[in-house]
């Protein structure tokens, strides 16, 4: 165990590292920790990670408490017991909405505000150095790693936009970087840094080796918001919800299960697509207006409104939507089919001739890609 760096006060030496559990950050961590300096391990929690939702599913799924209180998924909490590091977790969940909402440095491909939202993360971890008694922040990013976020320029604005200017480490490709103020007061030896550069993995894989790091294979499972259909999908919520009205965490996770059919304005039909997700939908929104096959196996629709309350649409979108849901159940072969709506303790029976094809409901679907500048009239 490499002996405890300290500072001309006596005072040990401890950085905070953003930690998604993926190689590089285990690596950068890996890295300080060689040469002495007290580590901790940072996970942002940002309501939009992939394994996020999917840990909130199964909390769901099994009954307890819903949302699940923001928590780092099991890789990130294997990863950080492999290298004997102490976890922390972010809760960013509300800054990061306000950035997809309005990104002061805009989207990338889909609603993903990368470069705002890394800045968030990092603005987050600087606010937690004197909680934690540490002194400087670092990452595991690699310059050109990604050519349009991890270029030079790019690295220095969000260090800019963190007030980390100076302080931030990036341990992987500091000998290509400007000096930092940990490495010039000697808190961290340079020359025990690395200068890797672009996005080859093979100087990574090296050292994962030398460290004898295994578990590395699945970090924190990826952004939702870089998926297409899901950006479609909340962009669609995002610009027919009324003013000052935004995603909570069950319309966040809503957004991953179904098919969305935007009926209307203020209207939205989520038709369940296995049995799972048919018990998953009736959990995750039990006041919504339901609409089931009475004689026929199929799925669980919910009609959800733009608004947010619990109403009856007009009889006539009632009655397409429920030829909708006939068309997706067992009964879509009959001339007619029978399909309960049910809200709070009223019930209506709608006696309806099932669509007839995917091609009914064209106009009703959501694009599973977009252009968010031009949606967003930008």
Not at 68 to 73: D, L, Q
Not at 118 to 145: I, K, N, Y
Not at 337 to 362: F, K, S, Y
């Amino acid at each position: 165990m490499a002996t405890t760096r300290r500072k001309a006060d006596g005072s040990p030496v401890r950085a905070l590292g953003l930690f998604s559990g993926g190689l590089d950050s285990m690596l950068a961590a890996w890295l300080l920790a060689r040469q002495g300096v007290e580590v901790v391990a940072l996970y942002a929690a940002t309501g939009f990670g992939a394994a996020e939702q999917q840990r909130a599913l199964a909390a769901l799924d099994a009954g307890e408490p819903f949302p699940p209180p923001p928590s780092a998924p099991a890789a990130v909490r294997r990863a950080a017991s492999e290298l004997g590091l102490p976890l922390r977790v972010l809760d960013l969940g509300e800054a990061v909405l306000d950035l997809v909402l309005d990104p002061p440095h805009g989207w990338g491909a889909n609603l993903n505000p990368c470069l705002d939202c890394h800045g968030a993360m990092l603005r987050a971890a600087a606010a937690r150095l004197p909680v934690e008694g540490a002194d400087f922040v670092f990452t595991g990013e690699v310059l050109g790693q990604r050519p349009m976020s991890q270029h030079g320029r790019g690295l220095a604005l969000v260090a800019e936009i963190a007030g980390l200017s100076g302080r931030l480490l990036r341990p992987l490709s500091a000998r290509r970087l400007p000096p930092t103020d940990a490495e010039i007061r000697g808190w961290v030896d340079r020359e025990g840094l690395l200068d890797i550069q672009g996005r080859s993995r093979q100087e990574q894989l090296r050292l994962a080796r030398e460290a004898g790091l295994e578990d590395f294979a699945a970090p924190a499972g990826g952004c939702l918001l870089t998926e297409p259909v899901y950006a479609s999908r909340l962009w669609d919520w995002i610009r027919h919800a009324p003013a000052g009205r935004r995603p909570g965490a069950a319309e966040r996770l809503l957004l991953r299960l179904g098919r969305h059919f935007r009926v209307d304005p203020a209207h939205k039909l989520v038709v369940g697509r296995r049995e799972d997700e048919n018990r998953l939908l009736a959990r995750l929104r039990p006041a919504a207006l339901r609409l089931e096959a009475r004689d026929h196996a199929g799925p669980l629709a919910l009609v959800e409104r733009a608004d947010g309350a619990a109403a009856w649409p007009a009889d006539a979108a009632l009655a397409a939507m429920a030829a909708a849901v006939a068309r997706y159940g067992k009964g879509r072969a009959e001339a007619r089919v029978v399909v309960i709506a049910q809200l709070a303790d009223a019930t209506r029976e709608l006696d309806v001739a099932p669509l007839a094809g995917d091609a009914a409901l064209a106009s009703w679907r959501i694009p599973e890609r977009f252009d968010p500048y031009r949606s967003a009239g930008r």
